[in-house]
């Protein structure tokens, strides 16, 4: 018999000190998570965190929920979860559930998390502990998605571990969504990412297409979705952002290669997206032209840096991709985000580290050859924007409806 749950206390664990501080003070450091909520649980007792994994000896379950990037050679790193996992291992004792919610391919979490789990207990997963997989689902920006009615997909190592999963989500999650093993989760997890990276490379083809025979795709896209069976709509943009969609689909193709298999979709979805910001760019080179004008030496302010819009998180963002494409041909190059007032050091963009957001008015904006909006934050003024600026490029339909001036707004 499994000993009863109890889910009131919940500890986090990390290794960066900085969000530990500030989670234990009631601060959120991500903007559509409310300090308050942290603050209240952390007042009543029912949450604190810390870097201490001996911590793990008190705890009936785990949640793993780590990065899980890509590599220099694009090949997946689960470095963290392996990491992660070693500092569990001495920890484990009889009957705790250990739960992998990171992004990855199937056979993680039953052939590499489970070998470092064992080697470092001495106990067998399955037996002594139980072990599962559930992805996490989750929509930033989204003001009307909450965690608890997102339905959880969850597989477990033995049927056994799978029903602890469910006991422990259960008390969380309103739908729980148990499919026969950790790997049919992970590869879950996979398809849906890949089914927005797939649809996603479409839309941004048929707008490159459309736009060469003077149809706008967004026109196009608003009739399409009056279609009440058998249509979803995917919008273009200026390239894939986030740290989900450019990444993961990259996790079965290299997984595939092991059982001789291409990923021919994910190939092709990934080459168009990722010529997406060379067709920005070829835009903004049009719509300076017609002032002419040539991207060196104008100046370029770039609208919205977060990679997604109504977010502060510019991890992957197209943006910075345009930055460097458009430097590189000698533009002197801005940017306004409201969420991003400056540049964090990351390692990927460490040259734009400490560049802050510029101001909001008539005179900053107005002084660009050329504003590119890459992502529509619901906060900016668009009309202020046709007010302001001489010529928009404009990746994300943020100027339709609005008034402007002949050849001052360009889609991209
Ligand atoms: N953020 C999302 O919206 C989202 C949605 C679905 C899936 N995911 C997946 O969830 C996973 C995590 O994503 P994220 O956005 O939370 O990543 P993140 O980069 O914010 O990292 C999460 C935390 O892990 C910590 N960490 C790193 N190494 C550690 C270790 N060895 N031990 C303990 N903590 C460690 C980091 O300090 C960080 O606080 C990824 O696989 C991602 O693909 C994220």
């Known amino acids: 018999m499994e ?7 919940v500890h986090g664990l990390d290794v960066d ?18 300090s308050s909520a942290i603050a209240e649980a952390v007042k009543a007792g029912t949450f604190s965190a810390s870097e201490d994994f001996r911590r793990i000896r008190e705890v009936e379950a785990v949640i793993i929920c780590v990065p899980t990037p890509l590599n220099k050679n694009r090949e997946p790193d689960i470095s963290f979860i392996i ?5 569990i291992a001495p920890h484990l004792h009889k009957g705790i559930l250990i739960v992998l919610e990171s992004t990855t391919y199937p056979g993680t979490t039953d052939e590499d998390l489970r070998a470092v789990l064992e080697a470092g207990s001495s ?39 799978l029903e602890r999963a469910k006991a422990v989500y259960g008390k969380a999650i309103k739908t729980l969504v148990p499919v026969s093993s950790c790997r049919a989760a992970e590869a879950t997890k996979l398809f849906e990412n890949i089914f927005r990276s797939v649809n996603i490379a479409l839309v941004n083809e048929l707008k490159v297409v459309y736009t060469a025979m003077g149809i706008d795709v967004w026109e196009v896209i608003e009739a399409a979705k009056t279609k009440p069976f058998g ?5 273009p943009g200026p390239g894939l952002g986030g740290h989900c969609i ?31 910001p060379e067709y920005v760019v ?26 997604k819009a109504d977010v502060d998180d510019d991890r992957e963002s197209p943006s910075y991709v345009l930055m460097n494409l458009l430097q590189q041909r000698g533009a002197s190059v801005a940017y306004y985000d409201p969420y991003v007032p400056v540049i964090r050091p990351t390692r990927e963009h460490p040259h734009w580290a400490g560049t802050k957001s510029v101001k909001w008015d008539r005179e900053t904006v107005g002084d660009f050859d050329v504003v590119l909006v890459a992502t529509k934050h619901a906060s900016v003024n668009y009309r202020e924007l046709a007010d302001y600026a001489r010529c928009i490029v404009d990746t994300r339909n943020a100027m339709s409806g609005i008034p402007a001036k002949p050849q001052q707004v360009w889609k991209a």
């Not at 000993?3 to 206390?9: E, H, I, K, Q, Y």
């Not at 990491?83 to 500092?87: D, I, Q």
């Not at 929509?139 to 571990?161: E, F, L, M, Q, R």
């Not at 193709?253 to 021919?264: D, I």
Request: aromatic residues 10%.
């Open 3 to 9: 000993p009863a749950l109890r889910v009131d206390v």
């Open 17 to 34: 000190p900085v969000k530990i501080e500030a989670l234990n003070q009631g601060r959120s450091y991500i903007k559509h998570i409310e």
């Open 83 to 87: 990491n992660t996992g070693k500092s």
């Open 123 to 161: 106990l067998k997963a399955g037996t002594d502990f139980h072990l599962a997989f559930s992805p996490e689902r989750e929509d930033p920006g989204n003001p009307n998605s909450k965690v608890a009615a997102i339905p959880k997909v969850i597989g477990g190592y033995t049927p056994a571990c």
């Open 231 to 235: 249509f979803m709509p995917f919008y």
């Open 246 to 276: 450019p990444i993961d689909p990259f996790y079965l193709t290299w997984k595939a290669r092991e059982y001789v298999q291409n990923t021919r979709f994910i190939e092709l979805a990934g080459e168009i997206n990722t010529a997406m």
């Open 282 to 307: 070829h835009r903004v080179a049009e719509a300076l032209n017609a002032q002419r004008k040539a991207i060196n030496g104008s100046r370029v302010l770039i609208v919205g840096l977060a990679y």
